[in-house]
DNA sequence: TAAACATGTAATTACATAATTACCTATTTG
DNA sequence: CAAATAGGTAATTATGTAATTACATGTTTA
């Protein structure tokens, strides 16, 4: 199951660059230690575990200690649920309709215009 | 180009489920004027708005104005981007490598039991 | 042209985030 | 065992989010 508190919850932690950069961290290094990560931020020790609170609230990082160390995994699986059931649903206006593509062209076009104006 | 913040401003608007049913919507019905949506929600039409100025700046929707009603069309180009730059990176984990699945289903396991404890 | 309609702005409020410093607990290791 | 190490808690602060009501603006249409 998958509700929508739970895509919530992985969206918002994936809405902060430091979260992500942890990401790649545990991506990189599995099991790589809490003190280890801290020392790659600028920000505090305690705001980088906040960050880790957030990433394992929303099932996108677990952890097992050993010691007095606590070792950090990346869980890649709801990142893989939310592309599955949602992205892809999203990124299909790309392909097939002809209708939609004309449509989304203009809408690029206008936000580019927005953006610069 | 795609910087970091552009890539949160669009995991931020994705974080909120009124603001998925809304592109949810203009996916259905492109072009949908501003008051139709509003009315598919119970909170108020401003709160509405507030949640479309979100999706606007993430370049997840873009709007036309004519005559006195604002037309809003869906631009899904935001989250292909996220999805080819991004997503594939971290649903790849699940191919390949042998030595990450056992650890991520032992990840997996200690996550269901957190949830459920 | 007056009323209805569609949207937009301003001010306000309650709550959540992101960060900090100071302190506490548990585990190695010299 | 004492000191260093790794991590966790608590209290606080500034800022951002999500929602509200009341009012304003511009556009059809009867």
Redesign the pocket.
């Known amino acids: 199951m998958f509700t929508d508190e739970a895509m919530s919850a992985v969206f ?1 932690a994936l ?2 660059e ?1 979260r992500r950069q942890i990401l790649d961290i545990l991506k990189a290094s599995p099991g790589c ?4 990560i ?1 020392r790659q931020f ?6 980088v ?4 609170a ?1 990433l394992e609230k929303a099932g996108l990082v677990t ?1 097992e ?7 950090l995994y990346l869980n890649a699986v709801p990142i893989r649920m939310i592309q599955e059931r949602w992205m892809d649903d999203y990124s299909e206006q790309f392909a097939g309709r002809l209708t939609s593509l004309k449509q989304m062209a203009e809408a690029a076009v206008q936000q580019k215009d927005k953006d610069n104006g």
Chains 1, 2 share one sequence.
Not at 33 to 36: A, D, L, N, Q, S
Not at 65 to 71: A, D, F, I, L, S
């Open positions: 918002h809405a902060h430091s230690p809490v003190g280890e801290a600028d920000v505090s020790r305690i705001a575990m906040n960050h880790l957030v952890s200690k050993r010691g007095r160390t606590r070792h």
